[in-house]
């Protein structure tokens, strides 16, 4: 069975540039989460969806990102403009459900913008 | 709020030897705990898990044990193999789905 697939695994960009990161998670999970993981942290969350439902965004910067997931399946991850900052790992991850206590993680996007 | 504290890396230990990777929280009520790990170039992967005080996640060799006392669910392993070089995220879940990581442990192990 697949894991999560994320694309893709490395961009690099120059500041102000779009960006779209792209997510498919293991069928049949119903929760996704995209998170963001700065060098030597953990992964932070950023939003998490209940099929095609954003249920938490509330740590997502709006007025630069903003995430889909139109069929409830795979995921896009958008930052217009981009900013030096916001250069670290991005990482999707599934699960069955909510209450589900494992998440798959994919291998993760790293987003360098000089 | 709630938090998760791990000790800092890099831990470099040689084959066989014993390790503990030392993770302690902050939380309310009563949260489940876990260890991840991540592999060069691999998301992270579910390691071991523990729902209540005094439960005992295992895994592949490793353990952890859910100590409410000490607010503390440090991982260890009695012989270490060079493949489990990795970063180990230790990580708490409160509620439905929220999730709190650690900062990571980077773990060597030299032959």
């Known amino acids: 069975e697949a894991g999560v697939v994320q694309s893709p695994r490395y961009k690099i960009i120059e500041k102000k540039q779009p960006v779209a990161f792209w997510c498919n998670p293991i069928s049949g999970h119903n929760t996704l989460y995209w998170y963001l993981q700065n060098l030597g942290q953990g992964p932070e969350l950023l939003i998490r969806?209940?099929?095609?439902?954003?249920?938490?965004d509330s740590q997502l910067p709006k007025d630069r990102f903003s995430a889909e997931r139109l069929k409830g399946v795979d995921s896009t991850l958008k930052i217009q403009p981009a900013e030096l900052g916001d250069s670290a790992v991005y990482l999707c991850?599934?699960?069955?459900?909510?209450?589900?206590?494992?998440?798959?993680f994919g291998p993760g996007t790293r987003l360098t913008v000089l | 709020g709630n938090s998760v504290t791990q000790m800092e890396g890099p831990v470099t230990l040689s084959e066989e030897a014993f390790l503990t990777i030392n993770c302690t929280y902050t939380a309310t009520g009563y949260p489940s705990l876990f260890w991840y790990v991540q592999y060069p170039g691999e998301g992270l992967q579910l390691l071991l898990k523990?729902?209540?005080?005094?439960d005992k996640g295992s895994n592949k060799g490793f353990e952890a044990t859910y100590r409410k006392e000490t607010t503390s669910f440090h991982l260890e392993k009695g012989s270490v193999q060079v493949s489990d070089s990795a970063v180990y995220f230790c990580a708490l879940k409160w509620g439905t789905y929220k999730y709190i990581f650690g900062t990571g442990t980077r773990l060597k192990v030299l032959a």
């Open positions: 991850a599934s699960s069955f459900s909510s209450e589900d206590n494992e998440q798959f």
């Open positions: 969806y209940e099929n095609e439902e954003a249920v938490d």
């Open positions: 523990a729902t209540k005080a005094d």
